[in-house]
């Protein structure tokens, strides 16, 4: 088993959107440490779609709660959109308005607020950015549309099905039309069908709008089509054909 | 967007249902405040509202409100004759309970000099005072009299000529007025069978004691326990005498006890109504404590019920004033809104209280500032609580 190398050259890295070098993560201290990311290092171009795989426990989470800035690693280098932002510590830039500015995320638990409905989800996301408000939840709207969710844009979350509360949610990140859009497992409460779709969907916003996507995701089928897919497996990045390699050897 | 409103708006039932509970609180507290001023509103409200520069009461004695006094009715006669005293009049008072407009009730009967004497109804509203010797009052209206309704006390009948408004004793009951020598009848004369019981009882010891029945009939008048004393003299004095020399005077000659009227307020402040206020004030700190408690407790719970939205709302970049926005609009919503409806409960029920209720605006204000600054200080705690919350706690589950 070999760490996966970074795919793009140093002439190539201003293309990159996301940029990670040596990212390590360790919970704990002592005996009890664990250390959940080890020297993890990739690049990703706007666009792209990158898919990670891996064991349960093997720091897919922890990775992407690291470069979407909710995690604070414990070493490494982080630079999106071409600026460093973690550095061995954070570089002191306002982390949580960089992240409504720049990254979408769509969790597994989709994280609603559950007394906004489907339409003012996604319209907060756009004020708490500046947005005023009745732009906000015209683009709203829109994004329903797109969805295929409008006829649903009152409901409260509490109603609204599991495949359509994550739809709701894919609604939020691409709100304030990021330019990557983070994933943990979207498709994990769905069924195929509806997995497919939300799978289809990311592809069409990553063509459409040169959105980087980076999704963790369990089900191999699901990852069609996608640019990149990365294994991990203890905390190392492992690139897909190494992973073929070291359960052949 | 407002999102407190929003997220009170998905259970507006049970935002109102805490408002009232948090609200009925509140009233308790202000009604708790008003009883605490009624107490001593009461209790000195005839003082307040008798028209006299002078107590005379009993010698020794802290009368006639604090303690017991009794005085010969004569006595004011000598107390005008006294240098300074422009007028002196008799002045009796008493509590009883008796069948009054269909139902038992506890009152105060004063009796007054009702030709021109001092110590008589000060403000009537409706009807005329008492004009006659006998058989006329003026009644407070919370007795439940009306103009012209008659009222048996003892062996008479009195007609009502007039209505005064919040005329109280010490205890809080309401006033009954009557001429001094109806007064006097109605508190020694229980009714004609007991009179006549007590009557023949003594005709019976004195012959038994030897006397003919015609020195009987003499000398029952003198047996029947003195109807010829009064509980103090109210003194109106000249323009211009000297308030201590008069009373020094009265006191010396008189060999009885004066008190101005501040100083027979500052007897019953610091005799009869201070273990009341020092009760009802213990009650009322209690009662602020415990509402401050619970009102901190809901405030709390209302932030705790939300940190997952919280904890979401920073995953999406919101930054700290919108969450403090959310947590603080909310609580002051609830404590501005309980304490509108503690307001509105206590004006609509305070005229129909048992006791009288005294609302200071002072301290219906003192009261808000105090539950304001209290719902304030734990949605502070929440709000510490809301930053302090990772945003990856929305991640988890
Ligand atoms: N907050 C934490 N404190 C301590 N250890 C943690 C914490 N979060 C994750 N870990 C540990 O880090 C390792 C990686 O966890 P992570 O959640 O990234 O796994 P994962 O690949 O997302 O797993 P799954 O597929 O089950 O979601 C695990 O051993 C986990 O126990
Ligand atoms: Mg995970």
Redo the contacts between chains.
């Keep these: 088993m070999h760490c996966a190398r970074p795919l793009h050259s140093h002439s190539e890295a201003d293309m990159s959107i996301v940029q990670v070098e040596g990212l390590r993560k360790v919970f704990g201290q002592g005996e009890l440490a664990v250390e959940a990311l080890r020297e993890v290092s990739f690049s990703v171009e706007p666009g792209e779609l990158m898919a990670l795989l891996g064991p349960s426990g093997s720091g897919k989470?922890t990775l992407l709660?690291c470069i979407s800035l909710?995690?604070e690693p414990s070493s490494g280098r982080i630079t999106m959109n071409g600026r460093k932002i973690y550095d061995n510590g954070w570089t002191g830039i306002d982390v949580?308005?960089f992240?409504?500015?720049n990254i979408g995320?769509i969790?597994?638990?989709h994280?609603?607020?559950?007394?906004?409905n489907a339409r003012?989800n996604i319209?907060?996301?756009m004020?708490?950015?500046g947005v005023h408000?009745k732009a906000a939840r015209k683009r709203a709207l829109e994004l329903l549309d797109y969805l295929d969710l409008s006829n649903r844009s009152s409901a409260?979350p509490a109603i609204l099905s599991g495949g359509e509360q994550q739809r709701v949610a894919i609604g939020?990140a691409l709100a304030n039309s990021p330019s990557i859009i983070f994933a943990?497992e979207p498709t994990a409460s769905l069924d195929t069908v509806r997995g497919t779709k939300v799978m289809e969907l990311l592809k069409r916003i990553a063509r459409e709008q040169q959105t980087a996507v980076i999704t963790v995701t369990h089900d191999i089928r699901m990852i069609e089509g996608f640019d990149t897919i990365y294994h991990i497996v203890d905390g190392r990045l492992v690139v897909d054909d190494a992973v073929a390699e070291s359960t052949t050897a | 967007m407002d999102l407190a409103i929003k997220d009170v708006q998905r259970h507006v039932g049970k935002f109102i249902a805490t408002i009232i509970g948090v609200g009925l609180l509140m009233s308790i507290v202000l009604i708790m405040n008003g009883i605490y001023q009624g107490n001593t509103s009461d209790g000195v409200w005839l003082i307040d509202n008798t028209a006299t520069d002078l107590w005379v009461v009993e010698n020794g004695r802290g009368g006639p409100f604090n303690e017991q006094s009794r005085i010969a009715e004569e006595s004011w006669r000598s107390v005008a004759a006294i240098s300074g005293v422009a007028k002196a009049s008799p002045f009796i008072s008493y509590t009883v309970q008796r069948r009054v407009a269909m139902r038992e009730q506890q009152f105060a009967i004063i009796g007054y000099d009702v030709f021109g004497g001092l110590g008589g109804p000060g403000r009537i509203v409706a009807g005329r005072p008492i004009a006659q010797a006998h058989y006329e009052a003026v009644a407070d209206m919370k007795l439940g009299l009306r103009l012209g309704d008659t009222l048996h006390l003892g062996v008479h009948d009195y007609t009502v000529v007039g209505l005064t408004r919040k005329a109280v004793d010490a205890g809080g009951n309401p006033l009954l007025y009557l001429s001094l020598h109806d007064a006097q009848e109605v508190l020694y004369d229980q009714d004609n069978r007991a009179r006549e019981r007590s009557r023949s009882a003594e005709t019976e010891r004195l012959i038994r004691s030897g006397y003919s029945s015609a020195e009987t009939q003499r000398l029952l008048p003198l047996l029947s326990d003195g109807s010829g004393t009064v509980n103090a003299v109210l003194v109106k004095l000249r323009p211009g005498a000297s308030i201590p020399r008069v009373a020094a005077d009265i006191e010396r000659w008189l060999y009885l006890s004066v008190y101005t009227s501040r100083q027979e307020r500052n007897l019953m402040l610091e005799g009869r109504l201070r273990k009341m206020a020092a009760i009802l004030g213990l009650f009322r700190a209690l009662l602020v404590i415990v509402s401050l408690v619970i009102i901190a407790l809901l405030i709390y719970v209302l932030t705790v019920e939300k940190i997952k939205a919280i904890a979401t709302l920073k995953l999406i970049g919101a930054s700290n004033g919108i969450i403090v926005r959310l947590i603080l609009e909310q609580s002051i919503v609830l404590t501005v809104s309980s304490f509108l409806f503690a307001w509105v409960v206590v004006q609509l029920t305070y005229d129909h209280f048992p006791r009288t209720l005294v609302l200071l605006p002072h301290e219906t204000l003192a009261s808000f500032v105090v539950f304001f600054i209290g719902g304030m200080a734990s949605s502070l705690v929440g709000i510490v609580h809301a930053l302090r919350t990772p945003p990856s706690l929305a991640l988890g589950g």
Aim: charged share 30%; glycine share 0%.
């Design positions: 989470s709660l909710i995690q949580r308005r992240r409504r500015e995320f969790f597994q638990a994280n609603l607020i559950p007394f906004l003012d319209a907060i996301a004020e708490i950015n408000w409260l939020r943990d």
